[in-house]
């Protein structure tokens, strides 16, 4: 088995294992009808074309190693979607309750917004995986965004890989604009939030009652 197969597999199961319980925090909410603070939930093992480009960046040795598990805490990365920015404030004090994780730091880059125009607010956490050897602690990064912010981070992140980074002045503006227009549209939909919460209880009630059993 190669080096890197075995140092990422323990990557593997994190992902796997949170992505089962924070989805799982969702469907608690459902089961108790209250509307979720968690739209949805996904997460990836970053790739090894993203490591090197990372520890490139970074003047880290590319090699499975401590150092390198240590500067590059997203190898295992989580997000979690919201429908409202007030959710975001949930989830963290949520995640920040449990008890099989324990965070280690925390980036909010919502009330400062990087220069870009991303926003969204970073924990690292420490996870332990159970392995045939033994427990051993493993770094991962929890991305919770609002849906708004989310569309704004993906489409950044396709040009972003397009243009290698450098983006032409027209398209930077661009963007900066539509990060405005998706803070603009977060405000708006915390106005009505109630109305929204209101309507989506109704509808899924009624979904219920016409599902066949
Ligand atoms: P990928 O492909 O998503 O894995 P540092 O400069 O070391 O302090 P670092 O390590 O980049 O900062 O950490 P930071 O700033 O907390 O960002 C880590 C991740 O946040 C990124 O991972 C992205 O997922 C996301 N992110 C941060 N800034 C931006 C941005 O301007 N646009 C978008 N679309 N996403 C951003 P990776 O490894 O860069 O990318």
New binding site residues.
Partial sequence: MGQWERFLEPYKQAVSELKIKLKGMRTQFEIENTNSPIEFVTGRV?PLA?IYD?SLG?GIVFEPSDTLAKEIP?IA?LRMMCQFVDDIETVVEMLRARKDIRVVEE?DYISNK?Q?G?R?Y?MIIEYPVQTIHGEINILA?I?IRTLAMNFW??I??SL?YKYKGVFPEEIKKRLQYAAEAAFRLDEEMSLIRGEIQEAQKYFSANKELSTPR
Avoid: L, M, P
Wanted: proline share 0%; no cysteine.
């Fill in positions: 970053k993203s990372k970074k997203d990365g980036r990087k870009s991303y969204s970073h990064e991305q981070a993906s950044e992140h972003n």
